[in-house]
């Protein structure tokens, strides 16, 4: 009987009667890049929610923190679930101290203390129409963006110009991070380098839909294929070596250039990242073998 790996959702992104996120396709290419090629090892992939009973997990061997992309809002009891999936003996993918890490965004600052470059942010516990003229003074900018320390997805972010401020009551209601508005973003496009077990998969360029900066599909964003020089894969690959963690299962390092010429880390997305199936065909087969060494790894110990 093939073992069972099960892949984290959420009822919005989960195939079923009801309505769907617009951007659950991404769920679905997943799974079909990863589906088949886990039957080719010997394993069942199983799509469920990460809301369902313990009991619904009798006979998972391990989890994917696949699609849970509504976890931003209930990160405790989301972890809370993590940590006792791993008590009932599941392997969960990437674990729970990686997610306590990785879920608020303060980690770049140990990132650049590890000599990383970052994106030049502020870190507040809430921001208003003042917090915000003063982030544009302080950063030489007539345009920020303001994003929440626990967030995704590009839900919940703004994005000011000293034309367009938010109105005198507005504030952000969340501890939060101002960073200036880089222009390369809508210009150039967001890169992405994926990898598994630590090891470089492939690179996307993410690019914005008209109008929009964010470059998430919810907004009209697309991605193309990528190749990366050189220079820019050891700047990444300087990221994951930089991570307080060894080995994580997958980790999704996002950057952005800066008016320098240099990438910046936009985030290193280790929690339930989309890992673009569609630009890294080779994806499927690469996390199957990265699962199946893990589960041989944990029976033999």
Known sequence: MPRRIGFLACADTLPGDGPRRGDAFEHDLEIAALRPACEAVGLELVEIDWRASISDFDGIALVLLGTAWDYQDHTEKFIAKLDALSDHGI??????????????????????????????????????????????????????????????????????TRCSLPEENWSMGHACMVQPFLPSVVEEGEYTFV??????????????????????????????????????????EAVVAALPFERPLYSRIDMVR?????????EAEMIEPYLYPEQGPQLGDRMAGAILERLEGASNG
């Open 91 to 160: 392997q969960v993918c990437n674990p729970p101290e990686i997610v306590r890490w990785n879920a608020d965004k303060r980690y770049l600052e140990q990132l650049a203390a590890s000599g990383a470059t970052t994106v030049p942010t502020l870190w507040l516990d809430d921001v208003d129409k003042a917090g915000v003229l003063s982030a544009m003074d302080k950063f030489g900018t007539d345009r920020v963006v303001v994003k929440r320390q626990v967030g995704a997805g590009g839900l919940g972010q703004h994005s000011f």
């Open 195 to 236: 990898f598994v077990d630590g090891a470089f998969s492939h690179g996307v360029l993410k690019r914005a839909g008209e109008g929009e900066y964010r470059i998430q599909s919810l907004y009209g964003g697309y991605e193309c294929d990528y190749v990366p020089a050189p220079r820019d894969l050891a700047t990444a």
């Open 258 to 266: 800066l008016p320098s010429g240099q990438l910046a880390v936009m």
